[in-house]
C-alpha cells in the first residue's frame, strides 16, 4: 500500500472529525492539523485590536498585518501561533466561539488561510481536518472522508463536553447554538460545508470514535 499523502477529513461542528483526525493521525504517524484553529485564531486576534468581525477590508489588512504560524510538536499536534506568540490556549474562548463564523466567510482570510494549509498538505504526511478541505484545500487528496451525525446527537455530545468544563449551559441552548453555526457554515457564499464528490460519508451516530477511525484505516488500502 502506498501511503497518501494526506487525508482530509470534514464535517460539521461535533461529528467528531476532530478526535478522529487525532487518532488517525496517532496511528499513521502523521501531523494533524484543525484547520478550525487558524480561523479561531485570526478571531482571537481581531477581538485583541478591536477589528469589527464584519469590516472585511479591517479584516483583510489584520491578516496581512500579523504573522501567522502554524507548528507542529513532537506528536505531530499543531500549535498556532501570531507574531511568534503561542495562541492556541485561547482559541476556545466563548467570545472567539461566537464570532468564528462571521471571520470564516470573509473571502481574503480564507485565501490566506487555505494558501498556508495548501503548503502543508504538499509538504505531506498529513491528516487535515476542516469544512472545505475535500473540496477546497486539497482536492486532490486521495482519501477524503466526511463524517456526519444528527444534530441532537452532535448536540449531546457538545453539552456533554461543556458540562465536563463545568458550564452551566442548557442541552436546548446548546442545540440552537448549533444550528445556527451549522447554518452559516452551509449557506456562505464560499467554500460552503458540503461532502466532497469523491468523499466517503460516514454517519458517526451511535458510533464509538475507535470504530470510526479503524473504518477509516480500513479505507486506506482502497484509495491508493
Ligand atoms: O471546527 P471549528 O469549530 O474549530 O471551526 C471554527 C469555524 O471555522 C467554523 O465556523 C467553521 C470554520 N471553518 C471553516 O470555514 N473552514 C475550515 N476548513 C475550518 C473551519
Redesign the pocket.
Known sequence: MTEPKAIAIDGP?ASGKTVVGRLLAQRLGYRVL????M??AITWQALEDGVDLEDREGMASLVEEHDLEVRFEDGGEASIFLDNRDVTPYLRLPEVEQG??RV?RIPAVRDAMVARQRSIGREGQVVMV????GTVVLPDAPLKVYLTAAVEERAQRRYKELQGLGTGVGYEQVLRELQQ?DR??LEREI?PLRPAEDATIVTTDGLNVRDVVEWVVSLLGKST
Open positions: 461542528v484543525d484547520t478550525g484553529l480561523y479561531r468564528v463564523s470564516a476542516g469544512r472545505d478541505i453555526r452559516l457554515d467554500a
